[in-house]
């Protein structure tokens, strides 16, 4: 069998969970001899209560890879990364971006060792913006990025619900693929490697993209009283469905001029409307668990990240909830009384968040280490601060000017920026084929016939 496209490219990979293990195994399906750095005893190879084997999900993310045990926390072990990392093409790592600093596996770091080392760093938040050291998983991403609200889902407890976890980091992996790949072609014609910059808000933004954008087509005249109005329901104690109903119900349709598309805000489809736009699933939510998912606040609904057991007790020690026992050592996931103590819990939380506002339940929890956002409708998401970083003004002599989310990722050496508004149909046919030879003369008589506009 013939090497792969990538064949001869060394990756060295530190990484967890999803997003980072799975850019790892695609490059390396792609042919690089990628090395997975994994502390003693490993981390992430089978789940709590497991036999000490790999599981399904270890084997399918690491699939291909050689590892190499090296202890971070000592002196020596990143002593022996630093000797190490010139004999490596790229570096994949998604730790959190202050523990990267701490272990001195940075790329200010291991960039003096190889000069031309191309370093795809994967955090939630990326690399600069007010909250670039707190901590983003999947489901908080969907939440945070307006694709949790856009999907429409909510659970049996009125609570907004994501999608299968998973999703954002596929997402995320598949940008800092096309991300090493666009960079080794850099470094193949100028010699220079660089830096990549892939965050998990931004994956989850470019699944709406559309919807983030402002000043297009007259979104921007339809879109900030939606919004407004969605949260004077969050005031007056409207639950999340029917905020989000209203909210999708005054949608802007495609195709129609702004004026006749802004429906009143007390519009709201039945809850079986079976226009894709309007429609607000009702799904099951408790094997999640209640520390992996949505609440509503007093002005608005939140997304709680807790995913391991960890994060769950400080989880519980920040909110005051007791525990029930479900992540004592030992406890059966498939006891008879799960679900009944895991329900108890869930509507603790319930009853606590809906009590505070939504800066004061991501404050304690960020404050105690535990992932949690906003849930922002697609509308808001563009002034959040953070999520402003992201974007990006667009000048479009048609439509005039707009603010679209920027590219996939950034890189530290090579543009990566929209290169132009949408195109007006047909509006470069002569320009291009000016490009490859045509005449004047061809391009009029081909248009005369028809063949080209």
Same mark, same amino acid.
């Given at each position: 069998m013939a090497p792969g496209p990538l064949h001869g490219v060394r990756v060295l990979e530190f990484s967890q969970i999803i997003a980072g293990p799975l850019a790892g195994t695609?490059?390396?399906?792609?042919?690089?001899?990628?090395?997975? #750095?994994?502390?003693?005893g490993g981390a992430g190879r089978a789940p709590a209560g497991a036999?000490?084997?790999?599981?399904?999900?270890?084997?399918?993310?690491?699939?291909?890879?050689? *590892?190499?045990v090296v202890n971070l926390g000592d002196p020596q072990g990143r002593?022996? $990364?630093?000797?190490?990392?010139?004999?490596? &093409? #790229?570096?994949? +790592?998604?730790?959190r971006p202050e523990v990267i600093r701490?272990?001195? +596996?940075?790329?200010?770091?291991?960039?003096?060792?190889?000069?031309?080392?191309?370093?795809?760093? $994967?955090?939630?938040?990326g690399s600069h913006g007010p909250r670039v050291d707190e901590p983003l998983i999947d489901m908080v991403a969907q939440a945070y990025s307006g694709y949790m609200a856009e999907i429409g889902v909510i659970d049996e407890f009125g609570g907004p619900m994501g999608t299968h976890g998973g999703t954002i980091d596929a997402a995320t992996a598949l940008s800092t693929v096309v991300g090493v790949t666009s960079a080794l072609y850099h470094r193949d014609r100028s010699g220079e490697g660089q830096f990549i910059d892939v965050a998990l808000l931004r994956?989850?933004? #470019?699944? +709406?993209?559309?919807?983030?954008?402002?000043?297009? &087509?007259?979104? *921007?005249?339809?879109?900030?009283?939606?919004?407004?109005?969605?949260?004077?329901?969050?005031?007056?104690g409207d639950d999340y469905? *029917?905020?989000?109903?209203?909210?999708?119900?005054?949608?802007?349709?495609?195709?129609?001029?702004? &004026?006749?598309?802004?429906?009143?805000?007390?519009?709201q489809p039945p809850a079986d409307d079976p226009t894709p736009d309007n429609r607000v699933v009702v799904a099951h939510s408790s094997i999640r668990g209640p520390f992996l998912a949505g609440y509503m606040a007093k002005d608005g609904p939140i997304f709680i990240g807790a995913y391991t057991p960890v994060m769950r007790a400080l989880a519980r020690e920040a909110l005051g909830i007791p525990d029930d026992g479900s992540d004592e050592p030992g406890a059966d996931p498939f006891?008879? &009384?799960? !679900?009944?103590? #895991?329900? !108890? %819990?869930?509507?603790?939380?319930?009853?606590?968040?809906?009590?505070? %506002?939504?800066?004061e339940i991501v404050r304690e929890l960020l404050d105690a280490g535990v992932p949690v956002g906003p849930v922002y409708l697609p509308g808001e998401v563009a002034d959040d601060p953070q999520a402003a970083e992201l974007m990006v003004e667009v000048e479009?002599?048609?439509?005039?000017?707009?603010?679209?989310?920027?590219? +996939?990722?950034?890189?530290?050496?090579?543009?990566?920026?929209?290169?132009?508004?949408?195109?007006?149909?047909?509006?470069? %046919?002569?320009?291009?084929?000016r490009e490859a030879g045509l005449s004047g003369d061809e391009i009029a008589a081909l248009r005369e016939a028809g063949a080209v506009n």
């Open positions: 695609l490059l390396g399906d792609l042919g690089a001899d990628v090395v997975k #750095v994994e502390p003693p036999p000490p084997a790999m599981s399904k999900m270890f084997q399918f993310l690491n699939r291909g890879k050689r *590892s190499l002593e022996l $990364i630093h000797r190490i990392a010139p004999t490596f &093409d #790229v570096v994949i +790592i998604n730790f701490r272990l001195q +596996i940075d790329y200010e770091t291991l960039v003096r060792f190889r000069p031309d080392l191309i370093y795809a760093q $994967i955090s939630g938040f994956s989850a933004m #470019v699944l +709406i993209g559309a919807l983030l954008s402002q000043g297009a &087509d007259g979104d *921007s005249a339809v879109a900030d009283p939606r919004v407004e109005e969605a949260h004077e329901g969050y005031a007056r469905a *029917s905020v989000l109903r209203a909210y999708k119900a005054t949608r802007p349709a495609p195709g129609r001029p702004s &004026d006749e598309r802004k429906a009143p805000s007390s519009v006891a008879p &009384d799960v !679900r009944a103590r #895991v329900a !108890r %819990t869930r509507q603790l939380l319930v009853e606590k968040v809906r009590n505070r %506002t939504v800066a479009d002599d048609l439509n005039g000017p707009q603010r679209q989310l920027g590219g +996939i990722f950034e890189m530290s050496k090579s543009a990566v920026r929209p290169a132009g508004p949408a195109p007006p149909l047909g509006g470069h %046919t002569d320009e291009v084929l």
